[in-house]
């Protein structure tokens, strides 16, 4: 006797237990800290989770039945399903008292005479609906009388409000009653919205009649359609599902397989050659191939059959008549085929969406993502060709664009208009300017112009001038070689071929610095302080500038300015010079030997040591007035070395000599 009320106490505690409790079993011996008699208990006897554990103890009531559990095992696993149930209980009671906090439980029932069968049976299938969510409990409840009360509202209200006369309830019981209060009380506050769709349901009568009489649907078939109907959010597709795929109401079977195996109007078809559905149907295929041409038209004939019902359908492009373009694309069906358990593609959404703004719209009939199609208003559809035009982008594409370009859209749009009117120019740019970058994932910059990316590979000089660019100074063919190959692996350059392409394309790159260092030929400019050429190439530069010979440190100077380097190695290189371009005269200087030094005197003498000696004591003896000018002739006719020569041996005195400098300024 003692087992049996435990049982029963477990089994009212376990309709209050949430379905979603459960714990792995090593976790609840970590959380509960579980004795190793207690755990080895569970394991050995396949309770792997606390859900098991419940379970069990729900229907046997004890653990003493187990091998090696004892009195002190069997408290510590009892207490443990207690302790769960009782939680479950509480939060169920939680739940139950926040839903019928905003509910009036004594609201008074309807007259349900008044209403007609097809009200009542979408009430009683809303009734089994709830119902299904209560607990065990309230379920046992309803179960066993009669008439059944699940399953009819008028009898549930009648025995629900006969039960919350009675006294005398248990905690348990009167939980289970607020739960059956609850249901009744939404219930009729239900019935009580049907007074205000009177014109909805007036609605639902007459195209209920129509479909059965065009279509051959039963009232059955259509009920569950109700109250979304009412709710002016008619499930269009599902319906259409049912009547071409699923049931074939209004699709014959060659039609029916004609649409599937030529249109990919659902996820899963597979389009199918006109001889394999030709041979199946017994039907030739120049004819399956006319069928075909016809479906579109025939599914929009279909959806007009059904009468005027859009303002009983709650879709987005149906409510965008003022829009020049209308987008139906594969997000947009994925939020179809969610919201109404169907599995369309874009491409049939959008036809049925024709059906009923044919009156404002054109359909583009290119497709080149498949996955996207498009509504244009027909104002501007009149005036321009959106199909040829799509076309012209998809033919620009697909040429080789070796470097990125934009076109000016006013100017294409404007060239290919078909009327002379020009008032709804910007509209139809704004529209081409959509379909590019919906269909071919092209950008528009700010004025308004496509840009076309280039959809050839790079050369290595392309990769090279970037590499450049990046670095911003010249680099060695060793570094770009490296760089280059750390890039792009697989190009696999090395420092010769990228010298050698450098020479080859010398209008690109300069050689700048010693070496073998390269950079832009652009970055030639006196800003950048940079110059392409050996050192040979700019001595003759700086020579050619002038009218008589340089002392060869002026012209290693003018070399240092663009280049890493001493006077001794540009005064080596020039020596060293195979093309005979200098000539060296005596006392270091040097010209040019293409060039006739015409009224110049350059019978150069070598100069010494004591020559700056001397120089240095004539600058001294003139105690603070210093005068370049007298210096230069002073040399001239103390030295007789030509004017030129003369100047050149001033100038390195004074420039040893800070102050003189300073006071011959």
Not at 206 to 230: H, N, S, V
Not at 335 to 348: C, D, P
Request: glycine residues 6%; contains cysteine; aromatic residues 10%.
């Amino acid at each position: 006797m003692e087992t049996t009320e435990t049982t029963t106490s477990a089994t009212n505690e376990s309709s209050a237990m949430p379905a979603s409790i459960d714990i792995p079993l090593p976790r609840l011996r970590e959380v509960e800290q579980m004795s190793v008699r207690a755990w080895n208990a569970c394991k050995n006897n396949g309770l792997h989770s606390l859900r098991a554990l419940l379970d069990h103890y729900n229907f046997y009531g004890t653990f003493t039945k187990f091998r090696n559990v004892g009195r002190l095992t069997e408290t510590e696993l009892t207490g443990i399903c207690r302790k769960y149930l009782e939680e479950g209980r509480g939060k169920q009671l939680q739940d139950v008292e926040e839903k019928s906090a905003g509910l009036d439980l004594a609201i008074p029932s309807p007259d349900w005479s008044l209403w007609s069968n097809l009200e009542l049976a979408v009430m009683n299938k809303e009734l089994q609906q709830r119902l299904g969510e209560l607990s065990t409990s309230a379920k046992d409840l309803l179960r066993f009388i009669v008439p059944q009360v699940d399953q009819d509202v008028r009898a549930f209200d009648t025995y629900v409000t006969l039960l919350r006369q009675r006294v005398g309830f248990t905690a348990a019981d009167r939980l289970t009653l607020q739960e059956l209060l609850t249901v009744r009380a939404e219930l009729i506050q239900m019935s009580e919205q049907f007074s205000t769709h009177l014109r909805e349901e007036e609605a639902f009568r007459k195209f209920t009649a129509l479909w059965c009489e065009r279509l051959g649907c039963t009232p059955e078939e259509i009920l569950p359609y109700r109250q979304a109907f009412i709710a002016r959010r008619f499930p269009l597709f599902h319906f259409l599902d049912q009547l071409l795929f699923q049931r074939s109401l209004i699709f014959s079977g060659h039609l029916r397989a004609a649409m599937v195996g030529r249109f990919r109007f659902r996820l899963n078809d597979q389009k199918r050659p006109l001889e394999e559905i030709g041979e199946e149907v017994g039907l030739t295929r120049e004819r399956i191939r006319q069928i075909a041409i016809t479906i579109p038209a025939r599914i929009q004939a279909a959806v007009r059959t059904l009468g005027p019902i859009a303002e009983y359908l709650s879709y987005q492009p149906l409510n965008h008549h003022g829009r020049d373009l209308i987008i139906v694309d594969d997000t947009y069906a994925q939020y179809i085929n969610a919201s109404e358990g169907v599995s369309f593609t874009s491409g049939f959404l959008v036809i049925v969406f024709e059906a009923f703004l044919k009156e404002q719209y054109d359909r583009i009939e290119e497709d080149f993502d498949a996955a996207t199609d498009y509504l244009v208003h027909r104002e501007l559809a009149a005036e321009f060709d959106f199909d040829d035009y799509l076309r012209r982008i998809a033919g620009r594409i697909s040429e080789r664009i070796p470097q990125p370009y934009t076109l000016n859209l006013l100017d294409e749009v404007e060239a290919n208009l078909q009327t002379t009117s020009r008032l709804r120019l910007r509209r139809i740019c704004a529209v081409c300017e959509l379909l590019a970058n919906e269909e071919f994932a092209i950008a528009a910059d700010d004025s308004g112009g496509l840009c076309f990316q280039r959809n050839t590979k790079k050369r290595i000089d392309e990769h090279l001038a970037d590499l450049l660019l990046e670095a911003g100074t010249p680099l060695h063919v060793e570094e770009l070689a490296a760089r280059l190959n750390e890039r792009f692996p697989e190009i696999e350059t090395t420092a010769e071929s990228v010298r050698s392409l450098m020479l080859r394309l010398n209008e690109r790159f300069a050689r700048f610095d010693t070496g073998s260092t390269y950079g832009l030929r652009e970055w030639e400019t006196e800003s950048r302080g940079l110059k392409s050429g050996t050192f040979a190439d700019l001595a003759e530069e700086f020579l050619l500038e002038s009218d008589t010979p340089r002392h060869w440190t002026e012209v290693a100077e003018y070399v240092m300015r663009y280049r890493t380097t001493t006077e001794r190695t540009v005064f080596g290189t020039l020596k060293a010079d195979m093309r005979g371009l200098f000539i060296f005269y005596d006392g270091g200087m040097v010209g040019l030997a293409a060039k006739q030094y015409e009224g110049v005197n350059t019978n150069y003498r070598t100069t010494s040591a004591r020559t700056y000696e001397g120089l240095r004591q004539v600058i001294q003896d003139m105690r603070g007035e210093v005068d370049a000018q007298q210096l230069v002739v002073y040399c001239m006719l103390h030295y007789r070395v030509p004017e030129q020569q003369a100047r050149y041996l001033v100038q390195r005195v004074l420039q040893s000599n800070p102050q003189a400098m300073e006071e011959a300024a």
